[in-house]
């Protein structure tokens, strides 16, 4: 069996979505909790691992691979279960449309709006013109994520992919705050956030809070 080392807390959103697929997998990895509100990806160690001060960080059997978009396929694609990538290429190109709207600007948008609330020192103190922009960009990622989804129950297709793995994650700390209901009150997130919290492997992962 492989070895598997992630390095990043459980409180780290893409770290989650790796933490997800994993559980998805059902394979044992090793965690070593680097904790971004510590600003421990800073730390010298870890930015051997990740120059770029980030996680997650994987070594797959020695292999280090940084950055969620390469960890997260890899690791769908050699482990064993079931696969999260869809085979039909207009799937994929769904689930890679939603990674990298994630990844480029839902990630942002979403994190400014938990920040605010739940972060502010992280994020450099609350700043409400920065929370209504935060607001109004979440809800055009989610509009358009949305749309991107159809009529499927997931973001590219009936079974969940990688793309829903990256969103969940964010999402949940939106839904600690008072404006989860402005920001999920886009047509057909409610349907799909259901059925994302129903996963087992998203209630596996839950950050244990405080
Ligand atoms: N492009 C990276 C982004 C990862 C990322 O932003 N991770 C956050 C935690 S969710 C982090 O490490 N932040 C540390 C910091 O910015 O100081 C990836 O896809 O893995």
Redesign the pocket.
């Known amino acids: 069996m492989s070895r598997i080392i992630l390095y990043?807390f459980d409180g780290?959103?893409?770290?989650r979505t790796v933490r997800m697929l994993l559980a998805e997998k059902k394979v044992p990895y090793e965690q070593v909790p680097v904790h971004?509100l510590k600003?421990e990806?800073?730390h010298p160690e870890h930015l051997v691992r990740h120059p770029f001060?980030?996680?997650?960080v994987v070594d797959y059997d020695g292999f280090r691979i940084?950055?969620?978009?390469a960890?997260a396929p890899f690791l769908d694609e050699v482990l064993p279960g079931p696969s999260f990538t869809p085979d039909n290429p207009r799937d994929r190109a769904r689930m890679h449309m939603a990674m990298g709207i994630v990844?480029s600007y839902g990630?942002p948008a979403l994190i400014g709006v938990a920040g605010f609330h739940l972060f502010p020192d992280f994020i450099g103190g609350p700043n409400e013109e920065a929370r209504r922009q935060s607001i109004a960009k979440s809800r055009l990622v989610l509009t358009e994520l949305m749309k991107l989804r159809g009529k499927d129950a997931f973001l590219a297709g009936a079974q969940p992919s990688l793309g829903d793995f990256y969103l969940a994650p964010i999402c949940f700390y939106v839904g600690l705050t008072p404006d989860a209901a402005e920001v999920f009150g886009v047509e057909g997130f409610a349907a799909w956030w259901e059925r994302m919290q129903a996963l087992p492997s998203y209630q596996a992962t839950a950050p244990q809070l405080g």
Do not use: Q
Not at 12 to 15: D, G, H, N
Not at 53 to 56: D, L, Y
Not at 66 to 69: A, H, L, P, V
């Open positions: 990043g780290s959103t893409y770290v971004v600003r990806p800073h001060g980030k996680v997650p940084i950055e969620t978009s960890i990844d990630y």
